[in-house]
């Protein structure tokens, strides 16, 4: 069993942020949090609703320097952060189970495993990150 088993099936919810219910970045926190004991910051409040493309390309832009380190591309490992754009914005965000396959969860859909190099999404990666600075202090 892989350690992604636990995650597929999920139920989506709008800003979510546990296993009750999870939007994309809700799933990376609870996914780094628990695999690598890695504190991400919320967003909860952030914007109004994970449909909100403008508002979640506008936080990531505008993201902490110290939040996460870019990966290049080949060089993803497990437990990394991949992030995609959909209709021209940086609005989705999935975690590296392996190179070539993400967990993610998107609106109305349970959280599933994807290969990133499909046609849906390979000409959506936006890129790869690495959580550290702040986000690498360990959660109590």
Excluded: N
Excluded at 50 to 57: G, K, L, M, P, S
Excluded at 91 to 96: F, I
Excluded at 99 to 122: K, Q, V
Aim: hydrophobic share 40%; aromatic share 8%; with cysteine.
């Amino acid at each position: 069993m892989a350690w992604s088993d636990a995650y597929v099936g999920l139920p989506w919810a709008s800003g979510g942020r546990d296993r009750e219910g999870l939007d994309c970045w809700g799933l990376c926190r609870l996914v780094l949090a628990e695999q690598r004991g890695v504190a991400l910051p919320s967003y909860a409040g952030d914007y109004a609703d994970a449909r909100e493309r403008e508002q979640i390309a506008a936080l990531i832009e505008g993201r902490p320097a110290d939040l996460v380190r870019p990966v290049p591309a080949g060089q993803e490992q497990e437990c990394d952060l991949i992030l995609l754009r959909r209709g021209g914005l940086p609005d989705h965000v999935g975690v590296v189970v392996r190179p070539g396959l993400m967990l993610h969860i998107r609106a109305g859909r349970d959280s599933e495993c994807e290969a990133y190099g499909a046609p849906l999404w390979c000409s959506r990666i936006v890129g790869f990150f690495r959580a550290e600075g702040q986000a690498l202090q360990r959660m109590k």
